[in-house]
């Protein structure tokens, strides 16, 4: 019941001596998280969550999903970035990613991006369907969630009145400060808490991804024991006892022999969102003062028929970190077919879990062989309690890594940007300057 980290494909990028070399910088990464002395120490609330966490409010959100679950047919949650990848990711890893075929309630996410053509997708999927929202923002502010809660607001409080829609609406937000929580407040939606201590991309296992989580039926029970477990197993400083901190150092070689390009790998299609929680993760923790590795993701076999040619022929700057669970929560058996006109009767009288195995296992030798240093994450299944493990396992590497690389893995500095020029050329008051300088560079 772990991550364990198998090193065997990593023969010939890395030596012994080098993981002994970085492993005095591991133990002070790891000091300077464990006592709070580092960059960022004001958002290291996930640190001890799985210990933590406010049992009230869990209990809390247990009743809440309760009782969604008993009167919609459709739920619509509204977040972006770390208020919404986290429960999209563990949903799909454990629901699988075609649940909402048979779902009930259905669970879209919308408020993640400024696409028209979506917001009418989504808005077609309330029609004539009982629904409720789920509204997540920390700061209230963000444009994409703040413009679709507006519009979902609109037609909640239409359809059932502004007392009905005090039953459909739940706001997860911070706890005393924002345009969301006022509103919440004066309206008298039930809300719960992001933490201030717990920034966006760390934030899965607070209400922002348990309500969803719970909503879609999994078990946040389960989901916070591997958490926990994931918190005692990571909790010595020393790399040789510590499989994360063995992944972190590996990967910071990686990193400084020009492989600048993570790609975690899956064998599962429902890990799709979970390789983009990862993205977000490690790319705003890790990129930033000119640092970082890039994180990529693939899903195999259907991406070896994409990227797998540049994996194994093209420049050698990437390496895989490749999750491998070791059971399948399903398995399908295939059957011999008399006629073999396709010519697959080698594969009959076996299950599709076995055909996925050596698929990984060539995969990995060929890879290797192309001079892509692979690192495999083992698991045994993709359930609740696997899936928080691995969460918390991915966590606490992020934090490590970003003090071992120098930088801040708990801000982001770099995503305003674009949001200034953003409200400056839609003229939000108070960016009257910079329009008139950003229209000139775009004549
Ligand atoms: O990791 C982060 O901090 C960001 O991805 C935020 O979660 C994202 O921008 C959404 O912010 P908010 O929750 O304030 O709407």
């Not at 919440?184 to 201030?196: H, L, N």
Request: hydrophobic share 40%.
């Amino acid at each position: 019941m772990a991550v364990k980290i198998n090193s065997a494909f990593l023969k010939g990028f890395i030596q012994e001596n080098e993981l002994s070399l970085i492993a005095p910088a591991c133990e002070l990464a790891h000091n300077a998280l464990h006592s709070g002395n580092g960059a960022g120490n004001d958002f290291l609330g996930w640190l001890n969550l799985p210990q933590n966490y406010d049992k009230s409010e869990f209990a809390r959100i247990k009743e809440s999903a309760a009782k969604i679950r008993a009167n919609s047919e459709v739920v619509i949650v509204l977040g972006i970035g770390g208020s919404y990848l986290g429960a999209r990711a563990v949903i799909e890893a454990i629901k699988g990613s075609l649940y909402n075929s048979t779902a009930t309630p259905q669970l879209y996410f919308a408020g993640n991006s400024l696409s028209p053509a979506y917001m009418n997708e989504v808005l077609s999927l309330v029609k004539d369907k009982e629904f409720s929202v789920i509204v997540v923002s920390k700061s209230g502010t963000t444009t994409e969630t703040a413009l679709a809660f507006r519009v979902f607001k609109q037609i909640i409080e239409k359809r059932y009145g502004e007392a009905g829609a005090k039953e459909r609406i739940f706001a997860i937000t911070d706890k005393s400060r924002g345009t969301l929580k006022t509103l919440a407040d004066e309206k008298g939606y039930e809300t719960f808490v992001i933490p201030d201590d717990v920034g966006g991309r760390y934030s899965v296992l607070t209400a922002v991804g348990l309500l969803p989580i719970a909503v879609a039926g999994c078990d946040i029970d389960a989901l916070m024991a591997g958490a926990g477990a994931a918190m005692a197993d990571t909790a010595n400083p020393d790399l040789n006892c510590n499989d994360c901190y063995k992944y972190v150092a590996v990967r910071n070689i990686l990193l400084r022999k020009g492989f600048a390009i993570e790609m975690l790998v899956s064998y599962e299609n429902s890990f799709m969102m979970m390789n983009e929680w990862f993205k977000q993760l490690f790319g705003e923790s890790e990129g930033k003062d000119g640092k970082g590795l890039f994180p990529a993701s693939a899903i195999f076999s259907t991406d070896l028929h994409s990227l797998g040619q540049y994996i194994q022929d093209g420049s050698n700057i990437i390496f895989e970190t490749v999750l491998w669970f070791k059971e399948t929560e399903s398995d399908f058996f295939l059957e011999n077919d008399p006629g073999n006109s396709d010519g697959l009767n080698f594969l009959s009288g076996q299950n599709m879990s076995n055909v996925s195995e050596k698929a990984f296992q060539g995969t990995l030798l060929a890879h290797t062989e192309g001079n892509t240093p692979n690192i495999v994450l083992e698991l045994p299944k993709p359930d609740e309690f696997e899936l928080g493990y691995l969460i918390y396992f991915f966590e606490k590497a992020c934090a490590v890594s970003g003090y071992i690389l120098g930088v801040n893995p708990f801000d982001q500095p770099g995503v305003e940007s674009y949001k200034k020029n953003m409200f400056a050329l839609l003229g939000k008051p108070g960016f009257e300057e910079e329009k008139a300088a950003l229209l000139a560079k775009l004549q």
